[in-house]
């Protein structure tokens, strides 16, 4: 079963609109983290947001914020009033405790386009 | 004043020739990290050092041999490239590996886009 699921590959917004990007994760381990990467054209990873499992508070981080719902294993991303510059692929990805390795498990992705 | 860099930054070979990629951090991170994005854009973990020691090794061929001399680098080595070897390759590291708190941060290089002919 995949642990991160990014429903939605495409999505088009218009311009100063919000955005969100869906991500469920699958885990029975209590302790995790979930973060949210921005992958430009270019081609380089950029870390966004990070939300801890024990964390009382929505995380937010200037323009992007994380609607964490844990009971639905939701940790959908905000973005208010997108930019042409928030066009890139979007990474879901989580870690759990009790892997002492402590990878990060990620999710296939979403394109996000923004229009003018 | 890079953080974390790699090169070459595009790399085309021919099958069956051996190539390496260099990778450098400069964050005084203890852990580094291999990962292989594929056409589709799905990222896989390939290895992690933590402290030029060996903690993760994923299933990979073993054409690929990873190479960390110093904290600061490591280095992936690939013999007899193959077609499907083409993709981009990402180098990341981080402050903790192995036993690190749940908010250590993967910081990652500009990837290094191999196409093997």
């Known amino acids: 079963a995949q642990k991160i699921t990014q429903t939605q590959p495409g999505m088009f917004v218009q311009e100063k609109e919000a955005v969100t990007l869906d991500c469920t994760y699958d885990?029975?381990?209590?302790?995790?983290?979930l973060f949210w990467y921005k992958q430009p054209s270019s081609g380089e990873m950029i870390f966004l947001i990070y939300?801890?499992?024990?964390d009382q508070q929505n995380a937010t981080e200037g323009r992007y914020s994380l609607n964490f719902q844990k009971a639905r294993k939701s940790a959908n991303l905000v973005i208010s009033a997108s930019q042409l510059g928030d066009s890139a692929m979007y990474f879901c990805?989580?870690?759990?405790?009790?892997?002492?390795?402590?990878?990060?498990?990620w999710g296939a992705g979403t394109k996000l386009i923004i229009k003018p | 004043d890079t953080a974390v860099s790699q090169t070459p930054k595009y790399l085309v070979t021919q099958m069956g020739n051996d190539k390496s990629i260099k990778c450098e951090q400069n964050?005084?991170?203890?852990?580094m990290y291999w990962y292989k994005q594929d056409s589709k854009k799905f990222l896989k973990i390939m290895f992690s050092?933590?402290?030029?020691?060996?903690?993760i090794n994923e299933t990979v061929p073993n054409r690929f041999s990873p190479k960390s001399p110093d904290k600061a680098h490591l280095n992936l080595h690939i013999n007899s490239l193959e077609l499907g070897d083409s993709a981009v390759y990402f180098c990341?590291?981080?402050?903790?590996?192995?036993?690190?708190?749940?908010?250590?941060?993967?910081?990652f290089g500009p990837g290094t886009r191999l196409t093997v002919l």
């Open positions: 990341a590291s981080s402050l903790r590996g192995s036993g690190s708190a749940m908010t250590d941060t993967q910081y």
């Open positions: 964050l005084g991170h203890d852990t």
């Open positions: 050092y933590n402290n030029k020691e060996l903690i």
């Open positions: 885990t029975s381990d209590p302790s995790y983290g």
């Open positions: 939300q801890g499992s024990y």
């Open positions: 990805a989580m870690r759990e405790a009790l892997d002492s390795n402590y990878q990060l498990i």
